[in-house]
């Protein structure tokens, strides 16, 4: 399963607050931000500023394997009206789902499409009800570029920040294998604030020759080219211990 499917909560909150502050610039929109793999539609996301009973029941009756909308939409590039959509409205009508949409008085919506190079299908449905929906779809309908571009943007911010968080446990894990030895990490952690293989030779108590010969297995396990690329990868991996002076 891709990592985007794993729902970490603090980067669907990050994606929650974003879209909330983003879309409040246009009124006050009900929206859900949902992603599929359109090669196994069992694996979706959902994130929205509706109740969380809504999207809870939505998936846990698998709700997008008949839901007009995705059914519209995955033949879709352009964003499109529910209104204006006459698949939607038709198979809306005749749809379990249309119980769903009614309890929480979602009667119409605008859907804007993306299809992503990892066989995704992103959609971005802002829900109006029956009250303020000629008003709300003509701020859509006049705001279509912007909204479109906000989805671009928000769906590489989620899959930015899941492949910040698969690097991050990554360092992690390699950091807790403890590739280096004692010795190795000591000289390597002098050798990461400016000393000299001679200074460190002192410092530790050891031959110049022995310093080499560690740096030497510090290159093969970290698989670099040299000394100074090894000293720069353990800093920016976070592989160096502090050495007890």
Known sequence: MSALFSNDEDINSTVNEYLNR?????????????IMNK????????????PRQWVDTYLENN??????????????ISPFSWDDNQVVNSRLKFS?????????????????????NNHNLAMLSLMFDEHDSSSIEEVIKSNKNKLQ?????????????????????????????????????EILYWASIGKTYPEIAVILGIKISTVKFHIGNV??????LNAKHAIR???????IQPAPL
């Open 22 to 34: 983003q879309l409040e610039l246009h009124g006050n929109l009900k929206y859900a931000y949902m």
């Open 219 to 224: 290159v093969k396990k970290l698989g670099v």
């Open 63 to 76: 709700y997008q394997h008949i839901d007009p909308v995705i059914l519209t939409a995955i033949n879709k």
């Open 149 to 185: 571009m906000l989805l671009i943007e928000v769906h590489e911010k989620i899959i930015m920040l899941y492949k910040d968080l698969i690097e991050s446990e990554k360092n992690k894990a390699v950091t807790k294998k403890e590739i280096f030895s004692q010795r190795e990490n």
């Open 233 to 239: 990868l353990g800093v920016e991996l976070q592989l």
């Open 39 to 50: 090669k196994n539609p069992s694996e979706v996301v959902i994130i929205s500023n509706y």
């Open 96 to 116: 379990r789902i249309f119980n769903l949409s009614k309890q929480y008085n979602i009667v119409n919506g605008y859907t804007f499409v993306l299809h992503d």
